[in-house]
């Protein structure tokens, strides 16, 4: 049994869930501290743990969203490791596909194809969405840029020496929009 262990943000930590991991019988546990926002092939310690895993092997998570940030994500990994022949089960008692036994790979199917459905529908919404915003006249994407006479003032503050935080403060645009004014005006 092999565990794996998850936490986004530095102020969060890993020791409840690698003790409970532990307590559950693993052999290793795997931790680290990563937003699932992350591709899956920057979370080293995730990589590492994967394969580590042989057929037959157990990984054991806390909570299903460990495995990753969407269900369509969790449930093709849940897929992936379900093909090489590892089991997975969450303390949580959501997922044990090796208690399912022959109904794994229905469960896992079923959670696919639920998945699948998900992502069609995502899709049909977003389509609908941007043809309705081309009949009306709205905008497609992204923000619309900042007038020229803010732009302009955001500049001119910057020229008489202040810093991008006040000058972020003293116009109600972003510090990371403000930065990015003042890097292009010196391009």
């Keep these: 049994m092999i565990g794996y262990a998850r936490?986004?943000?530095?102020?969060?930590?890993?020791?409840?869930?690698?003790?409970?991991?532990?307590?559950?019988?693993?052999?290793?546990?795997?931790?680290?501290?990563?937003?699932?926002?992350?591709?899956?092939?920057?979370?080293?310690?995730?990589?590492?743990?994967?394969?580590?895993?042989?057929?037959?092997?157990?990984?054991?998570?806390?909570?299903?969203?460990?495995?990753?940030?969407?269900?369509?994500?969790?449930?093709?990994?849940?897929?992936?490791?379900?093909?090489?022949?590892?089991?997975?089960?969450?303390?949580?008692?959501?997922?044990?596909?090796?208690?399912?036994?022959?109904?794994?790979?229905l469960v896992v199917g079923l959670l696919t194809g639920l998945a699948e459905v998900e992502r069609e529908l995502t899709r049909e919404r977003t389509r609908e969405s941007v043809e309705h915003r081309r009949q009306v006249g709205g905008n497609l994407g992204g923000r619309p840029p900042l007038p020229k006479v803010k732009r302009e003032h955001i500049l001119r503050l910057r020229s008489e020496g202040y810093s991008i935080r006040n000058i972020a403060e003293m116009t109600g645009v972003s510090s990371s929009v403000v930065h990015k004014i003042c890097k292009e005006a010196l391009a």
């Design 7 to 105: 936490v986004s943000t530095g102020q969060q930590s890993t020791d409840t869930q690698v003790g409970a991991l532990k307590e559950a019988g693993c052999s290793a546990v795997y931790n680290e501290v990563i937003s699932s926002r992350t591709p899956a092939e920057q979370r080293h310690q995730l990589q590492a743990c994967l394969a580590t895993l042989e057929q037959g092997d157990e990984l054991i998570v806390t909570k299903l969203d460990r495995l990753g940030r969407t269900q369509v994500e969790v449930i093709n990994r849940l897929h992936d490791l379900q093909q090489r022949g590892i089991h997975v089960r969450t303390l949580d008692g959501l997922i044990n596909t090796r208690a399912l036994g022959k109904m794994a790979p």
